[in-house]
């Protein structure tokens, strides 16, 4: 795609459910980051994937949270039994090779727990 | 501890002036990135640097390796330029972020 789109948008969801956060990268690219920022907070590192590899998942912030990118391509950050902590926008972006190119970012999607 | 520190926090500039924000950062790196969020907006990179000086139009950025350091400047500032800059860090396996500095450029 042109850019790389991250869905929903916006997410509300009620404490203690699962919510899923998908992003599709500009095709081509093989590096795909997470990253969170919370309200008023910086940006947060969560997690890289070099092609569907994630080599190091020490980032994410609690074993609630995990990331699978499929096909060399989309990739799924699922938040497993939301906390109000979880509040934050998250952001994904690609870059052509891990660690080596511009990196682009994703609008990103907006999660709120109730 | 925070591995990136950035200075300042906030800036307010006159159109036309000369800015430079400033990122030191204490961890070994592979690259340093410029990025740019323009309030309630997405983000964009505006520079990736691993050694010397980068310029894009009015904005140019450095990076002094052994001293840990890197600084952003803009050149005749306008209206427009004001938003977040965020100075990020990799160090190959790992990003680690500045908390940003607010610039507002008064017309």
């Known amino acids: 795609g042109a850019g790389v789109s991250q869905s929903p948008s916006n997410k509300v969801t009620e404490k203690g459910k699962d919510v899923e956060l998908r992003c599709d990268p500009i095709?081509?690219?093989?590096?795909l980051y997470w990253y969170r920022q919370s309200l008023g907070q910086g940006l947060e590192f969560l997690i890289y994937?070099?092609?569907?590899?994630?080599?190091?998942k020490s980032g994410l912030p609690s074993d609630r949270f995990s990331a699978e990118r499929t096909g060399g391509s989309v990739s799924t950050l699922t938040i497993q039994r939301t906390q109000q902590e979880d509040s934050a926008v998250y952001l994904c972006a690609s870059s052509l090779l891990a660690w080596t190119g511009e990196l682009f970012f994703g609008e990103g999607s907006r999660l709120t727990v109730l | 501890k925070n591995e990136v520190e950035q200075s300042p926090q906030n800036l307010t500039a006159q159109e036309g002036e000369f800015i430079t924000i400033n990122c030191s950062y204490s961890?070994?790196?592979?690259?340093l990135h410029w990025l740019q969020q323009h309030p309630g907006g997405g983000i964009v990179s505006l520079f990736m640097l691993s050694s010397g000086k980068k310029k894009h139009g009015r904005l140019i950025a450095t990076i002094n390796i052994q001293e840990k350091h890197s600084s952003l400047h803009i050149t005749a500032s306008h209206p427009r330029d004001s938003a977040v800059y965020i100075c990020?860090?990799?160090?190959?396996?790992?990003?680690?972020f500045g908390t940003g500095t607010s610039l507002t450029v008064i017309p």
């Open positions: 095709s081509g690219h093989t590096a």
């Open positions: 990020a860090v990799d160090t190959g396996n790992q990003f680690y």
């Open positions: 994937f070099q092609g569907n590899s994630a080599p190091d």
């Open positions: 961890v070994g790196i592979s690259a």
